[in-house]
C-alpha cells in the first residue's frame, strides 16, 4: 500500500474544467480515479497503468470529457476534467493498486482521502 494525497476539486458551472492532481508516497502498478456520491457506492472512472506504455482506461461517462495522466518521476497522477457536467458531482478519489489494472473497486488497496467536486447547472 501507498499513501495517496489528492488535490484540485471544487465547485464550477456546468461546462466548465477542473484538474485533480494525486501523489503517492510510492510506486504502484496501477493508479487511478473512482468517484463517489452520497449514498452510493466508489465508480470507476479511469486508470492509467505505471509501465511503460501508460495504458489508460476510462468509464463509458467520461471518455472524451476526462483525460489522465502521470508523472512517473513524481510518483503522481492528474484528472483533467473537461465540459463538467451536474452529474459528475461526486467525491473523487485517487487509488492505487499494487497487482492489477482493472475497473473493480476491490482491486485496489490504496486510496486517498478524496476531493469533493460539485458541478452546478
Known amino acids: 500500500q501507498v499513501r495517496l494525497v489528492e488535490s484540485g476539486g471544487g465547485s464550477v458551472q456546468a461546462g466548465a474544467s477542473l484538474r485533480l492532481s494525486c501523489v503517492a508516497s510510492?510506486?504502484?502498478?496501477?493508479m487511478g480515479w473512482f468517484r463517489q456520491v452520497s449514498g452510493g457506492v466508489p465508480e470507476f472512472v479511469a486508470i492509467?497503468?505505471?509501465?511503460?506504455?501508460?495504458?489508460?482506461h476510462y468509464a463509458d461517462s467520461v471518455k472524451g470529457r476526462f483525460a489522465i495522466s502521470r508523472d512517473t518521476t513524481k510518483n503522481a497522477i492528474y484528472l483533467q476534467m473537461n465540459s463538467l457536467r451536474p452529474e459528475d458531482t461526486a467525491v473523487y478519489y485517487c487509488?492505487?493498486?499494487?497487482?492489477?489494472?482493472?475497473?473493480?473497486?476491490?482491486?485496489?488497496?490504496?486510496w486517498g482521502q478524496g476531493t469533493q467536486v460539485t458541478v452546478s447547472s
Open positions: 487509488v492505487g493498486s499494487s497487482y492489477y489494472f482493472s475497473t473493480e473497486r476491490e482491486q485496489y488497496d490504496s
Open positions: 510510492g510506486r504502484t502498478y496501477t
Open positions: 492509467i497503468s505505471s509501465l511503460a506504455a501508460g495504458t489508460t
